[in-house]
Structures are given as C-alpha cells and as structure tokens.
C-alpha cells in the first residue's frame, strides 16, 4: 500500500536579542551566540548593538537589526530606527523603543500597521505575552547586567504550522 503521508516542514528558529552594549566584537560574544543561536536561521537584534561591528559575528544567519537608542553614529546611519519583516505567513515588527519611557509597550502597537509580532528591547526586562492577537518578545539585554549579576537573556521565536511560540533564555556563560 502507498500512502500519501505530508512530511511536516521543521519550525523556522529565530534567535532574538537586544542591548548587546559592546563597543567591540570580542571571541566570547562570538562564543554566546554560536552557543545560543545554533540551529536559528534567522537573526532579529532589537537594538543598542552599539556598533555595526556585532552583525559579524551573525554571518550564515540571515540578520535585521534596528538602531538603539545607545548606538553609534555608524549604527543610526546604517540601521533603521524600525523594521517590519514578513517570515512564513506572520509579519513581524522590530523596534528598539518608543519614546523616553519605561512603561511604552501599549505604544509598540501604534508603531507598525498590522504585526503578528512585536519584538522589542531597551528595558533590559525579558518579556514574552500576548495582547490583542498580537505576541510581544522583549529578549531583555544579551550581556549580564546590574552589579547583583543578572544573567544575560535571550528568545528563541519558532514558527511552524501557522502558529507562533516563544521562549526566554538565560545565555549560559
């Protein structure tokens, strides 16, 4: 007997971060992102990469980044303040902040015209939740942070059968 039996293509894996804060691309930042990205074939950095020099380490991967608000001169020239990107069915909007506050995620949605999912940064406060239909990623800051040790963070966004799923992570070292 021959059946017709569809093979399910695997999830698309996207690797998220944000507030990478380095003035350099150094061996262990290669290192944490080799580590918590293998097997992501697509890259989204929400800003404050502080200069363009952090996208090498991503080569393979295929990466959009936005500005932050701590970037350089060369990062405000080159990235875009926001970015909407189209991966599988889903439109996803990319954005480093809104404003000067804290307190801005009811403002992310004013900012893209119809997103699935808005990943954002610049709180250093890993978030993942969904309101109004609409999935929200901070992947809070990839460096530790805080003189108490914060570990650094980051999401993973899979996409398989029309459906959205993300997980925060702690980077490992």
Do not use: W
């Not at 970037?71 to 000067?100: D, E």
């Not at 805080?146 to 925060?168: K, Q, V, W």
């Amino acid at each position: 007997m021959n059946e017709d039996r569809r093979q399910t293509p695997p999830p698309l894996r996207i690797g998220i971060l944000s507030d990478t804060h380095l003035t350099r691309l150094t061996p262990e930042f290669e290192a944490r992102v080799a580590c918590c990205f293998k097997g992501a074939s697509v890259i989204l950095h929400a800003g404050d990469l502080t200069t363009p020099s952090l996208l090498k380490a991503f080569v393979g991967h295929e990466i959009h980044a936005v500005h932050g608000n701590m970037c350089s001169l060369a990062s405000h020239q080159l990235l875009p303040r926001k970015k909407t990107i189209a991966l599988g069915n889903f439109s996803i909007g990319l954005i480093h902040r809104v404003g000067n506050s804290y307190d801005f995620e009811d403002q992310l949605v004013h900012e893209f015209d119809r997103a699935d999912c808005i990943v954002y940064g610049h709180t250093h406060r890993p978030a993942c939740f969904e309101r109004g239909g609409i999935l929200f990623i901070n992947p809070g800051s990839f460096v530790p942070t805080s003189r108490f040790g914060s570990p650094g963070t980051y999401a993973i966004l899979e996409i398989a059968e029309d459906r959205l799923r993300a997980t925060i992570h702690e980077v490992p070292f």
